[in-house]
């Protein structure tokens, strides 16, 4: 464990929650950790629509969050966007994109809100890097806040074709199987096809003012079954959510130099905007003051492979991937070290099964939270 005892080590995710001046996708994050019972996000680097939605299905009911490279998918689009927000609603998982911005402020707005990205349009999460100064913070904040009045007014189109009660909207999800999006019913067309056929056209435009839904006290995970859990979670989902930041504060890598003073003055930038950055992707539990109450996400993690033989244990397992990659386990990232969510990516993705990898990761992370709980009462 960690030398310095901070209140948010002693407090289960669903108090933290109810904590004041919480940014609301953390109170959000922290109410949907209780509720599903993990602190994993496995980390989705492949490399087009079909293998990130199919994977997203796979591991999307073992997870709290997704973390995806939007940048390394070869064929993102549309059709990537809707399909990923399918699946989240769903499976139940916020979006993280790990675009890690690190650029002056007019340049990290415009890749956070336009370009054939358009980070903002899909992910309550991302991250950055401050080596440029707290003005990448701000000006995230500035774009993510206007941006935000424009998302909140959710404008969708009827479009009817044909004869005359014959219609379709464009409503669909993703199957996993066909690798394609489908139309909720068997009956309508697809747009191109029935425009196609379609001799008379009207639109009927609705808005719709999205509210961020407050949580008054905690939905109570505690002591819940998993029918009645599972009902909370079904209550709080949102149609849209808050946008947030986690900053860059410290690297799984070998020789980066995201250290002492730097990550120092993370903190404190952090502490300035706590009405945007949820908290820090780092290799410790950051939180030092009275009033901190921030979300670690901890990459480098690893456990070892399961064996018929477990005769070598955890010494044969390796502790670097060749590339810089250094490896902790769950237990020393949760338990020792304070942190809140495991990042996980190769090892789930590269596994013959990964549902029940997720799952592995997912326990070992959890009992690590509730052996940390239990020792500090």
Known sequence: ??????????????????QPDLHPLARFL??????????????????????????????????????THADIISDFGERTIRGLRDVASRRKFIIFEDRKFGDIGSTVQKQYTSGPLNIIRWAPLT???????PAVVRALKEAAQSTMIQLNQSVSTE???????????????????????VYDSDKEEKPDDFRRKGSIVSTTTITTQYE?????????????????????????????????LLILAEMSSAGNMMTGTYTQRCVEIAREHRDFVLGFVAQRCLN???????????PGVSLPPIRGDDSEGEASHPLVDG?????????????????DVIIVGRAIINAPNRAKEAMRYRDAAWGAYERRLATEQ
Request: net charge negative; aromatic share 10%; with cysteine.
């Open 159 to 181: 479009i009817s074709a044909g004869t005359r009660g014959s219609s379709f909207d464009t409503t669909a999800s993703w199957d996993p199987e066909k690798m394609e999006l």
């Open 288 to 298: 030092t003051l009275p009033g901190d109450n921030f979300i670690v996400f901890t």
């Open 1 to 18: 464990m960690t030398s310095k005892r901070h209140l948010s080590l002693l407090q289960p995710y669903e108090i933290r929650a109810d």
């Open 30 to 67: 922290f109410h949907l950790i209780a509720l599903k019972r993990t602190n994993l996000c496995v980390s989705a680097d492949v490399t087009s629509t079909a293998e990130l939605l199919a994977f997203a299905e796979e591991v999307g009911d073992f997870i709290c969050v997704l973390k």
């Open 323 to 339: 590339l810089g990659q250094q490896y902790n386990t769950p237990e020393s990232v949760i338990f020792d070290k304070g942190c």
């Open 212 to 244: 961020t839904k407050d949580f008054p006290s905690s939905p109570g995970a505690e002591g819940r079954d998993e029918l009645s859990r599972a009902q909370a979670l079904l209550d709080m989902w949102q149609d849209q959510f808050e946008r947030g």
């Open 127 to 133: 991250n950055a890097h401050v080596f440029p100064g």
